[in-house]
Nanobody, 128 residues
Framework: QVQLVESGGGLVQAGGSLRLSCAAS??????????MAWFRQGPGKEREFVSA???????????YYTDSVKGRFTISRDNAKNTVYLEMNSLQPGDTAVYYC????????????????WGQGTQVTVSS
């Protein structure tokens, strides 16, 4: 089992920034190799992919972003702290959602159903 706890959400004005954190724990969690991702779910919307960081060997990781956040959001991980971060800049009202951290997936990283472990989510609200 893997436990995930998100933090860092809040209310921010358009153009502002937030940094989300996701602390992972559990016997089967590998701080170096476990794939991690962020999804979000806005009001009345389905849960959608935001970003992922996937180990590709050695000390190398591949990062992925949905088009709407490219250039504004940055995903990173601190393996010593078992924590993944999502730095969000130039926030827009359309970014308002509950943001979820997730770990370990099967097949397609872009589909929420393929990810196994989920945190409780943290609310991000961007006012215009």
């Amino acid at each position: 089992q893997v436990q995930l706890v998100e933090s860092g959400g809040g209310l921010v004005q358009a153009g502002g920034s937030l940094r989300l954190s996701c602390a992972a724990s559990g016997r089967t969690f590998s701080s170096n190799t476990s794939p991690m991702a962020w999804f979000r779910q806005g009001p009345g919307k389905e849960r959608e992919f935001v970003s992922a960081v996937i180990w590709s060997g050695g000390n190398t990781y591949n990062t992925y972003y949905t088009d709407s956040v490219k250039g504004r959001f940055t995903i990173s991980r601190d393996n010593a702290k078992n924590t993944v971060y999502l730095e969000m800049n130039s926030l827009q009202p359309g970014d308002t959602a509950v943001y979820y951290c997730t770990a370990r997936y099967r097949s397609d990283i872009f589909k929420a159903d393929n990810w196994v472990f989920w945190g409780q989510g943290t609310q991000v609200t961007v006012s215009s």
